[in-house]
């Protein structure tokens, strides 16, 4: 059996790139570090650094070690706070989402950490490929995503529909074509996405996002919808992002004809021990956002 200590030693050491930085981080010596090396090459009967004057490369063995010894350790760091302190109510859950559903969601896990104050939410707005990486290497407990990857180490669950819904300013009463083409188009990281999905299934015209004139972008989720509002130009957004512009009264959210939704997943790392914490966030995550998404069709 690997040593735990040495397994540390190296994955560290690969992960700073250098020896005397991965002794102060460890707080070891210079020659321990270099001793945990050459015992845990010495037991495993390989080499593990390509050593070129002070500086090195991970061997082919090397690098199979430290992609499978940080699931190693992480998974040992889980199974100690699993069972040393496994509350459901107490702890830290680090989740990740795109910024719609975070804007949502955010707020409503804030009165959560507020009922129960030694549960910590940390949260994160991210692209759906970063939550899918950030989960890969277990940087994150939770992730929200709207789309699936093939990344192996990842568990996908089915939660919720999110609606899409095409926004003008409050002075645009209904839309053609003509009216959008008139607009122009404000753009946002997923606006390509979201216009081929929505626009495709209700214009005949649609082919591409290029068909309307750029009228600006933005890639803050809290304002996208600002110039929006000023009659700059129209836009496709998730229903929470609408939802959540603080100026309303300033917006026309359009229902077309033919009813689009992006799928909302709940993705785990399929390595990681969940802890009772992130049992109980995943069931309240789930069921708020069906029920939340259930009003708001309904109405």
Request: one cysteine or more.
């Amino acid at each position: 059996m690997i040593n735990q200590n040495w397994l540390q030693t190296f994955c560290t050491l690969a992960q700073v790139g250098h020896f005397t930085k991965t002794a102060e981080k460890l707080f070891m010596t210079q020659s321990g570090v270099s001793q945990h090396i050459n015992k845990l090459e010495q037991q495993l009967g390989t080499t593990l650094l390509i050593r070129d004057g002070k500086s090195f490369t991970l061997s082919d063995a090397g690098n199979k070690l430290f992609l499978k010894g940080q699931e190693l350790l992480k998974s040992a760091e889980e199974l100690e706070q699993l069972i040393t302190q496994d509350e459901q109510y107490e702890g830290t859950i680090q989740i990740a989402s795109p910024g719609s559903i975070g804007l949502k969601l955010y707020p409503y896990l804030l009165e959560t950490q507020q009922s129960f104050p030694d549960l910590i939410i940390d949260y994160n707005f991210a692209p759906n490929q970063r939550i899918e990486q950030q989960l890969a290497d277990r940087e994150i407990d939770l992730g929200l995503v709207t789309n699936i990857s093939n990344i192996s180490k990842l568990v996908y669950e089915k939660i919720a529909l999110e609606p899409l819904v095409l926004v003008t300013s409050d002075q645009v009463k209904s839309v053609t074509w003509q009216t959008l083409m008139t607009l122009g188009f404000i753009e946002h990281p997923d606006a390509k996405h979201h216009g081929q999905l929505l626009l495709g299934k209700n214009f005949p015209e649609f082919e591409h996002i290029n068909q309307f004139v750029h009228k600006g972008f933005s890639n803050q989720i809290s304002l996208i919808l600002e110039p929006v509002s000023k009659g700059l130009g129209f836009t496709v957004l998730p229903l929470h992002a609408a939802k959540a512009f603080q100026h309303q009264e300033l917006i026309t959210i359009h229902t077309l004809n033919i009813a689009v939704s992006e799928h909302i997943y709940m993705c785990t790392n399929k390595h990681s021990i969940l802890a009772n914490r992130i049992k109980y966030i995943k069931t309240i995550i789930s069921k708020y956002l069906v029920d939340d998404l259930a009003t708001t069709n309904a109405v």
